[in-house]
């Protein structure tokens, strides 16, 4: 993840389990689950499911 110039460059690399924040002053990309346990948590459960991770 990293700062991004235009809200366009954060679009085209953002993943499924991503936000883009966007403030006056920068354009950033966050994780959408901040906390590693529950980010662990949906990953497994999608891959349980076999939904396609990008």
């Known amino acids: 993840m990293g700062d991004f110039s235009t ?3 954060s679009i085209s690399f ?9 403030t006056p002053r ?5 994780k ?3 906390s590693a346990q529950k ?3 949906l990953r497994s ?8 991770m990008c």
């Open 14 to 22: 953002i993943r499924e389990d991503e936000l883009v924040e966007v």
């Open 7 to 9: 809200l366009e460059q």
């Open 26 to 30: 920068a354009v950033h990309m966050r």
């Open 39 to 41: 980010h662990h948590n």
């Open 45 to 52: 459960a999608k891959v349980k499911k076999n939904i396609p």
């Open 32 to 34: 959408a689950v901040l």
